[in-house]
T-cell receptor, first 114, second 115 residues
Framework: SQQGEEDPQALSIQEGENATMNCSYK?????LQWYRQNSGRGLVHLIL?????REKHSGRLRVTLDTSKKSSSLLITASRAADTASYFCATAQSSGAGSYQLTFGKGTKLSVIP | DTGVSQDPRHKITKRGQNVTFRCDPI?????LYWYRQTLGQGPEFLTYFQNEAQLEKSRLLSDRFSAERPKGSFSTLEIQRTEQGDSAMYLCASSSVNRGHTEAFFGQGTRLTVV
């Protein structure tokens, strides 16, 4: 089963604009990770945020985590056409067998129009 | 290249045939995962190895699926008597643990089409 739910399912913006994607999850987590996937390719790891962290930055990426609401957001600033891809959030559970695996959402398909 | 490598990239097979995929993880990673991804969905966990030991298997992994990781290096995923519903992208990932947190690195995947 898929724990994460990304919102929106699809997003289309102009180059230079900011893109915000949201993710909600259901169980207690150890960390939350964001991945990017270009069409028909593998996943590229973008950023990991631990459950005791609230915000993290990496280049043009900003991730927030609100464990009380079980939600996270990914902000891509000053978007480029090359950012066009599907973006997935994935959670690692805090304990038990599920702590070994990542549980992915269905993804947000981002289109950046030049 | 120090990334995760998967072979083949594409496989077309007839229903009922057996197929085998290979994954070469990042050399210093002792954890290896297999995921399956169908169109429009996120990856779903299939199985996990720590070194050569298979520690966890999803209920998605039916009896027709078997995975091995001899000597704790590369891994193979075999599907016997393939069905059309097995058509998907099969992704391999490997990881190390950084202060208790696992960051997984994925290969390019093997796209299986069962006709």
């Amino acid at each position: 089963s898929q724990q994460g739910e990304e919102d929106p399912q699809a997003l289309s913006i102009q180059e230079g604009e900011n893109a915000t994607m949201n993710c909600s999850y259901k169980t207690s987590i150890n960390n939350l990770q964001w991945y990017r996937q270009n069409s028909g390719r593998g996943l590229v790891h973008l950023i990991l945020i631990r459950s005791n962290e609230r915000e993290k930055h990496s280049g043009r990426l900003r991730v927030t985590l609100d464990t009380s609401k079980k939600s996270s957001s990914l902000l891509i600033t000053a978007s480029r056409a090359a950012d066009t891809a599907s973006y997935f959030c994935a959670t690692a559970q805090s304990s038990g067998a599920g702590s070994y695996q990542l549980t992915f959402g269905k993804g947000t398909k981002l289109s950046v129009i030049p | 290249d120090t990334g995760v490598s998967q072979d083949p990239r594409h496989k077309i097979t007839k229903r009922g045939q057996n197929v085998t995929f290979r994954c070469d993880p990042i050399s210093e990673h002792n954890r290896l995962y297999w995921y399956r991804q169908t169109l429009g969905q996120g990856p779903e966990f299939l199985t996990y190895f720590q070194n050569e030991a298979q520690l966890e298997k999803s209920r998605l992994l039916s009896d027709r699926f078997s995975a091995e990781r001899p000597k704790g290096s590369f891994s193979t995923l075999e599907i016997q008597r393939t069905e059309q519903g097995d058509s998907a992208m099969y992704l391999c990932a490997s990881s190390s643990v950084n202060r208790g947190h696992t960051e997984a690195f994925f290969g390019q995947g093997t796209r299986l089409t069962v006709v």
